[in-house]
């Protein structure tokens, strides 16, 4: 399996520009999160999917991020328009809660800065 | 509200030394979870605690979990340089959608 694949592994735009993050999960795994990770606020989750339906959203910072899974195998979240304060790592992690398996795996993540 | 809260947050630490990171939660819970990241990288599952007692070791890592406690514990034996990355627990509580809360991450330095 080649794990939770993200793209692309950096991105670099300028204020105003909206920005495409892309995940496919692992076949099978029926949960899907996206988290953002800073130096100042740590790992936070941004909103998850369960069967590709959205389930919390609630740590959606503003308007401005949208997250769709349109099928099972792909995911997006897109910031528009973007600002210098959304420069951060983006994880998205996948997981399948079935007998005797737990925890997320997560993707390399999405280095994003915005100038 | 869940609060998970990983002490210390910066270890610098002799190599061949023992040390323990130690994670509270606020919310009854008997899943937990720790992760390692090295700088620039993803995380990667190091442990998975699921009962009250279990304990759980690879290497020179050794996780447990007091669930009455609301506490887990990673330990590090006989530290190297290898070990040199930071340390997140993360709590599953029982009954939620299945989200993780993460500490804040503990960046352990082994020095030679």
């Known amino acids: 399996d080649a794990g939770v694949i993200q793209s692309p592994r950096h991105e670099v735009t300028e204020m105003g520009q909206e920005v495409t993050l892309r995940c496919k999960p692992i076949?099978?795994?029926?949960?899907l999160f996206w988290y953002r990770q800073t130096m100042m606020r740590g790992l936070e989750l941004l909103i998850y999917f369960n069967n590709n339906v959205p389930i919390d959203d609630s740590g959606m910072p503003e308007d401005r991020f949208s997250a769709k899974m349109p099928n099972a195998s792909f995911s997006t979240l897109k910031i528009q328009p973007s600002e210098p304060r959304d420069s951060a790592v983006y994880f998205c992690a996948s997981s399948f809660y079935g007998t005797g398996r737990y925890g997320y795996t997560f993707g390399s993540g999405t280095r994003l800065t915005v100038v | 509200e869940l609060k998970v809260e990983q002490n210390p947050l910066f270890l610098s630490m002799q190599e061949g030394k023992n040390y323990t990171i130690y994670c509270n939660y606020s919310t009854t819970s008997d899943r937990l979870y720790w992760y390692r990241q090295d700088p620039g990288k993803s995380l990667e599952s190091l442990f998975v605690l699921l009962s009250n007692g279990a304990v759980k070791q690879e290497g020179r890592l050794m996780a447990s979990l007091d669930t009455k406690a609301r506490l887990s514990t990673l330990h590090i034996t006989a530290a190297v340089h290898d070990l040199s990355a930071t340390y997140f627990c993360a709590v599953d509580i029982p009954g939620s959608a299945r989200q993780l809360t993460f500490g804040s991450g503990t960046q352990l330095t082994v020095l030679p």
């Open positions: 076949s099978g795994h029926d949960y």
